[in-house]
């Protein structure tokens, strides 16, 4: 299957920082990449859909201010948690798709704010 | 996107086949089955995808009822690596899911 790759697989911050993570699609062009959060034994939980070029769209209850995408190329997408708090603390993961076809996931960043 | 029902979980005999069910009766013609499955801290691997034949890959096998409301994932000899929370998804452009089935591969 096609290659996504994230980075910081994990990271730790402090309070009132931003944290900025970034899912890299290597061997295809992603027209489309999803952010999802997952907390401890619950399933993923998407967050926003992002296409190249555009503006994302975030699920109901998921603050846009907070968690900002930038779709900026077909192969890289970024995820900025701003001003996280102890409660932002989760697994991120992103995935990437081509046109109307499968979603291949990174490898997850795990989150830590102190 | 359809929401799907799954057992919570399964057990399974190593060298055994699994097979995994999936509800997903408000599924809509342009909507395919996905099956991902996630091993403990990691991202969600993806298996196979089908829309209304029947598929296999060198993973799985997918069968697909003719009506399409239910779809059943087959691991046809289940090694302990297998061990893994499996997620059936009903997509159109986007992928929400479910809360999947917890396969546990026994010796």
């Known amino acids: 299957g096609a290659v996504v790759s994230q980075h910081p697989s994990w990271v730790i911050c402090k309070s009132g920082t931003s944290v900025k993570i970034e899912c890299r699609s290597l061997d295809f062009q992603a027209t489309t990449m999803f952010w999802y959060r997952q907390f401890p034994k619950q399933s993923l939980m998407l967050m926003a859909t992002?296409?190249?070029?555009?503006?994302?769209?975030?699920e109901q209850g998921v603050e846009k201010d907070k968690f900002l995408i930038n779709h900026a190329s077909l192969t890289l997408s970024t995820l900025t948690v701003t001003s996280a708090h102890p409660e932002d603390s989760s697994f991120y993961i992103c995935?990437?798709?081509?046109?109307?076809?499968?979603?291949?996931f990174g490898q997850g960043t795990r989150l830590t704010v102190v | 996107d359809a929401k799907t029902t799954q057992p919570t979980s399964m057990d399974c005999a190593e060298g055994r086949a699994a097979n995994l069910p999936c509800n997903h009766s408000t599924i809509s013609g342009n909507e395919y089955v996905y099956w991902y499955r996630q091993i403990h801290s990691q991202g969600p691997q993806y298996i196979i995808h089908?829309?209304?034949n029947n598929e296999t890959n060198e993973m799985a096998s997918l069968i697909i009822t003719e009506d399409r409301k239910s779809s059943t994932l087959i691991l046809p000899h289940a090694t302990l690596r297998d061990t893994a929370v499996y997620y059936c998804i009903a997509a159109g452009n986007q992928f929400y899911f479910g809360t999947g089935t917890s396969l546990t591969v026994i010796p």
């Open positions: 995935s990437a798709s081509r046109q109307g076809r499968e979603a291949f």
């Open positions: 089908g829309l209304k």
């Open positions: 992002s296409n190249e070029g555009s503006k994302a769209t975030y």
